[in-house]
């Protein structure tokens, strides 16, 4: 089955600096990677997904890299706010998402004012 | 609109109890799906449903699991004779089957169950 990998599964960055959030995954079948962040006791969110066909999107200061040859993906956070800190999740799954998806350990990213 | 509800969102059970966690997802999505995550961990898959049929729970730990949702709406989770470490935030989340690829899971806020 997949395995997903995630690291760091801690970050502290200054405010207004950039955070970046990398994972792999083991399974070339996968074809969906969404980014939920999760606050605490909280639901986790969708901030960002990128299907396999697209290298990079962006949303206004999250973007999301795929090099689907490595099996890696990345998040990218700029002009971080403390609004921003959080645990931030990647996953993994077939089927462009609608099918199980399959969770890193998590990063917790804090902002430093 | 709502989103994904459950129901409780804490749940104390002795060991040996039996647990019944519910599920309401979105209206009209017809995929439904139960995580469990432990503390300071991801989310881990245990069943995924399309409409009322459970086309995969080879996430399911035990025999004590089982999932359930006859109506195609809401599902419940069931955890016979309860063990510490079943103790975790359950999380449901649903999704509609959409032709244009959006196929986002929306989650629930999580039961917290712990067996003491």
């Known amino acids: 089955g997949e395995n997903v990998e995630q690291h760091p599964s801690t970050l502290s960055v200054q405010e207004g600096d950039s955070a970046v959030i990398k994972c792999t995954y083991s399974d070339s079948a996968s074809n969906y990677f969404p980014w939920y962040k999760q606050e605490l006791g909280k639901r986790p969110q969708l901030i960002i997904d990128?299907?396999?066909?697209?290298g990079e999107k962006k949303d206004q200061r999250i973007a999301v890299t795929l090099n689907k040859t490595a099996k890696h993906f990345s998040l990218h956070i700029t002009e971080t706010q403390p609004e921003d800190s959080a645990v931030y999740f990647c996953a993994a799954s077939e089927n462009f998402g609608n099918e199980k998806l399959t969770f890193g350990t998590g990063t917790r990213l804090t902002i430093i004012p | 609109g709502a989103g994904v509800s459950q129901s409780p969102r804490y749940k104390v059970a002795k060991r040996g109890q039996d647990v019944a966690l519910r599920c309401d997802p979105i209206?009209?999505?017809?995929?439904l799906f139960w995580y469990q995550q432990a503390l300071g961990q991801g989310p881990e898959f245990l069943t995924y449903f399309q409409n009322e049929a459970q086309l995969d729970k080879s996430g399911l730990p035990s025999d004590r699991f089982f999932a359930e949702r006859p109506e195609g709406s809401v599902s419940t989770l069931k955890i016979q004779r309860t063990q510490q470490e079943d103790s975790a935030v359950y999380l449901c989340?649903?999704?509609?089957?959409?032709?244009?690829?959006?196929?986002?899971?929306?989650f629930g806020p999580g039961t917290r169950l712990t067996v003491t």
């Open positions: 209206s009209g999505h017809v995929s």
């Open positions: 990128i299907r396999s066909n697209v």
């Open positions: 989340a649903s999704s509609p089957l959409s032709v244009d690829g959006s196929y986002e899971q929306y």
